[in-house]
C-alpha cells in the first residue's frame, strides 16, 4: 500500500492542537493520541461540538481520568478532536465545524460522534485515539472508516471528566490502526493487565443482526466468517436474539425491540442530562441535531419506566446465555458509511438507517457488553466492521482474543492512508 | 413505641415542599417519598446543597429518570431533602441550611450527605426517600439514624438527571424504616422483579472490618451475629480482607488500602466533575465542605493511575472470591453518628472517624457491590447499622434475603419516631 500522508488539516479532524506531554514512562512510550472534545483536557475548553456550550462554560481544570491515565503510561497528546453536536449523531457532520475525512471513502462520511477522533486514527495523525460510546458512537465510525474501535463495558472505563449524555449506556472507547496498539491503550484505561493467552469457548453469530444488514454486507460476512472459524478452530453456531430477549419469535419483529428499548431509555436519560442547559441557552443547532433534542424533549417519559424494565430483562438474559468466555459476532453496521449530506432520521421507518444501525449497537448497550469492532468487511467498495461481543466485565479476554486474531493473520493492521 | 409525630420543620429534612402526584398506578400505591437534592424533580431547581450552585443552575426540565420511575409506580413525592454541600461528607450538617435531625439521637448528626432524606423518613415524614451513596451517603446515615438503607451494585439504578459527583462510584439509593417498603421502592428504580424465595450460599464476616470498629460496635455485633446465625440456619464463616485484595497479610494495615484506594480515585473524578465549576463560580463554601475540595483540588493525579489499578485488582478479587449466593456482614459504621459539631477531617489519622468510616463503605465502592444497612446494633445508646453485601448485580437476591429476615423477624420496622 502507498503511503500517502494526509494532513491534519486535509483530515479535518482536530477542533484545537493540544500538545501535552506524557507524565511518566510507561506501555505507550513512543505513541500519540487524540482526545473527542467531550473529554477533558486541563487547561482546554471542552467544547462538545457545540460554539454555545463552548462559550458559556469554563476551561477544564483536570485531565479526565482517562486522559490521565493514557498520559501516565506515556502517550502523547497531540490535540482534542471533533464531535457531533452534544455527541448527538452517529453521523459524524458537524453544522459548525464541518466533517472529518473518512479517507477510505471520502464522499461517505466518517460516522460519530466521535468523528474527529476516527479520522485522525484513520489518516494517520495518531496512534490511537480517545472517543466515547453511548449508541455506536465510537463503533459505527470505526466501522465506516476501516479501523479497529472499542467500546468498554459500561462502568469498566471511568467517565470522569466527560460529558455526561445518557449514562446508563455512556462509555468512553478506544481507535486504533493495529490490533497490538488498542490492546495496549486498552490496558491502561481499564487499569488491568490482558491475559496472555486466551481459551474461546462457543462463538455465536446473532442471526437477526445478519438479516438488518444490506444484502452486500451479508455476502461479506460469509467468507470473513469462514476466515474466523479457521483461526479460531471453532464453527461458528447460529443464535437466535429470541433466546437472548425472551420475546416471541415474531419474524416481523427482528431487533426493532432493541432499537425502541434503547431509544426510550437514552432519550430519557439524555434530556435529564441536558435538557436543562438546552432549554437555557438555546444553542443554535444544525437542523439534525435540533430534531434529535427534540425527540428527546417531547418523548412522553411515562412510557420510560417499562422500557428501562425490557432494557434490564434483555441484559439479564445476554448474561444468562453467554459463558465468560463465549463471543457474539454481529455486522457492526447495517451498511456501508452513508454518502456525506444525505438525509436520516433518527424515527424513521424500521428499514432506514437509524434504526438499523441503532438496534445493532443496542445488543452491547442494552446488555452492558464489551465490543470490538475490526476492519474486515467491503460493501460497495468501501470499509463495513465485523464486530466481536464478549460478556460483561470480559474485556481484557475480548482484547486478547483480539490481539490472537491479529497475530495469526485474520485482523491485519490498517495502513495510514 | 409511643409515638410522636414531628412535623417536617422540626425535622429540618426539606428544603423545598415539591408535592408530586404520581403518574401512574403500581406497586408503590398509597406510599410517599422524599427526592436527596441533588436529584431532578421536574419544574424545581436542583440546589445540591449551596446556595451559589442554586443561583448559577437553571431548574430542571423533567424528573430524573429514578423519580419518574417511583411516580409511574404509584409514589407521591412530598418534596426535596437537604444535602451536604455537592454531596461531599458524611456528616449531615450543612453550613448553610443547618442539621436535619436525626430522631433516635437527637444530639448527633444524621450522617450525609444524604443527610435531608434519612431525617424525613426516620422522622416518619415519607415512607421512603431517594438519596445519593458514592462513599457511603445512604449506607452511613441509615446507620446513624437507625433505619435500612441500601446502596445499589455500581450501574444498576439509573443516575440521569442526578448532579455527577465520582461517576465510578455514584450510585441512586434508597431509605425505608421497613424492609417491605424497601423492597418494593428498590424494585421499581431497579426495573426488576424480586425473587420470592431465595437460598444463601455462605455468609462471612470480614474480619478487618470488625476491628475497625468501636469496642462497643463490635460487642453489639457478637448477638447480632447470633441472631442471625439462627434466622439463616447457618453458621457465619471468619473471612480476611486479604483473601480478597491479594495485599500481604500485614496486621498493622487493616483496611487502610481500601481507603486510600478509594479516595485517590474518587478525589480525582470529584474534581474532574466540579472543579471547573467550583474555580470560576467561586462559591461560599462552609469550612468544611471547602477543606474536602483542596484535597481533591491539590491531589497530584499521577498517584491515580495506579490506585485505579489497585481498585480493578480488589473488585476482581472480590468477584473471585463471592459466589452469586454469598453474602458478607460488616459493620456499616465503625461508630455511632459522630456528635454535631465536632471535627472531623478526612485526611485525619488512621483511627480517626473518616479514614476508618471510608474504608468500610470502599468495600462496596471499589467492589461495586450491592449493600444494605440494617439497624440492628446499639452502642453508646444510639443506633449502628450491620450490613449485607451481595455479589455484584445481585441486588434482587440480597433485597429479598432482607425480605425474609424481616418476615421472620430478625429485622423490625422501625417506628415513626
Given at each position: 500500500m502507498v503511503e500517502q500522508r494526509i494532513t491534519a488539516e486535509q483530515s479535518g479532524a482536530f477542533i484545537e492542537m493540544a500538545a501535552v506531554a506524557p507524565t511518566a514512562s510507561g506501555p505507550l512510550d513512543g505513541l500519540t493520541f487524540a482526545v473527542k472534545d467531550i473529554i477533558d483536557v486541563a487547561g482546554h475548553k471542552t467544547g462538545c461540538g457545540n460554539p454555545r456550550w463552548r462559550a458559556t462554560h469554563p476551561p477544564a481544570v483536570a485531565h479526565a481520568v482517562c486522559v490521565e491515565q493514557v498520559l501516565n503510561a506515556g502517550g502523547r497528546c497531540l490535540g482534542?478532536?471533533?464531535?457531533?453536536?452534544?455527541?448527538?449523531?452517529?453521523?459524524?457532520?458537524?453544522?459548525?465545524?464541518?466533517?472529518?475525512?473518512?479517507?477510505?471513502?471520502?464522499?461517505?462520511?466518517?460516522?460519530?460522534?466521535?468523528?474527529?477522533?476516527?479520522?485522525?486514527?484513520?489518516?494517520?495523525?495518531?496512534?490511537?485515539a480517545i472517543g466515547s460510546d453511548t449508541g455506536g458512537s465510537v463503533r459505527v465510525p470505526a466501522s465506516n472508516c476501516g479501523i479497529l474501535g472499542y467500546r468498554p463495558s459500561h462502568g469498566a472505563i471511568s467517565v470522569g471528566g466527560v460529558m455526561p449524555f445518557a449514562p446508563g449506556f455512556d462509555t468512553i472507547g478506544l481507535f486504533a490502526r493495529k490490533a497490538g496498539v488498542l490492546a495496549r491503550a486498552a490496558a491502561v484505561v481499564l487499569a488491568q493487565d490482558l491475559p496472555v493467552t486466551v481459551e474461546v469457548g462457543t462463538v455465536y453469530l446473532v442471526k437477526e443482526a445478519v438479516a438488518l444488514a444490506d444484502p452486500e454486507v451479508q455476502a461479506a460476512l460469509t467468507p470473513a466468517l469462514r476466515r474466523l472459524e479457521n483461526a479460531l478452530g471453532k464453527n461458528v453456531v447460529p443464535l437466535s436474539i429470541r433466546e437472548m430477549d425472551g420475546e416471541p419469535d415474531d419474524g416481523t419483529l427482528a431487533m426493532r425491540n432493541w432499537h425502541e428499548t434503547f431509544c426510550l431509555v437514552q432519550w430519557s436519560e439524555i434530556w435529564s442530562s441536558l435538557g436543562a442547559w438546552v432549554t437555557e441557552a438555546r444553542p443554535d443547532f444544525g437542523p439534525a441535531t435540533a430534531a434529535n433534542f427534540e425527540l428527546t424533549r417531547n418523548l412522553d417519559r411515562r412510557r420510560m419506566p417499562a422500557a428501562a424494565r425490557r432494557r434490564e430483562a434483555y441484559c439479564r438474559g445476554v448474561a444468562s446465555r453467554l459463558a465468560a468466555n463465549d463471543l457474539l459476532i454481529i455486522p457492526t453496521a447495517p451498511t456501508p458509511a452513508p454518502h456525506k449530506g444525505s438525509k436520516h432520521q433518527r424515527d424513521g421507518d424500521a428499514a432506514s438507517y437509524y434504526p438499523r444501525a441503532l438496534a445493532l449497537t443496542a445488543l452491547a448497550g442494552i446488555g452492558r457488553l464489551p465490543q470490538i469492532s475490526l476492519p474486515l468487511l467491503q460493501a460497495d467498495s468501501a470499509p463495513v466492521g465485523m464486530s466481536l461481543l464478549a460478556s460483561r466485565g470480559q474485556d481484557a479476554f475480548l482484547l486478547a482474543v483480539v490481539n490472537a486474531l491479529a497475530e495469526n493473520g485474520m485482523v491485519q493492521d490498517q495502513g495510514v492512508q
Open positions: 482534542k478532536t471533533h464531535t457531533d453536536e452534544l455527541a448527538f449523531s452517529l453521523l459524524g457532520e458537524n453544522h459548525h465545524y464541518g466533517t472529518p475525512l473518512n479517507p477510505k471513502a471520502p464522499e461517505r462520511v466518517p460516522g460519530g460522534s466521535s468523528c474527529g477522533s476516527v479520522s485522525a486514527v484513520a489518516c494517520g495523525l495518531v496512534d490511537f
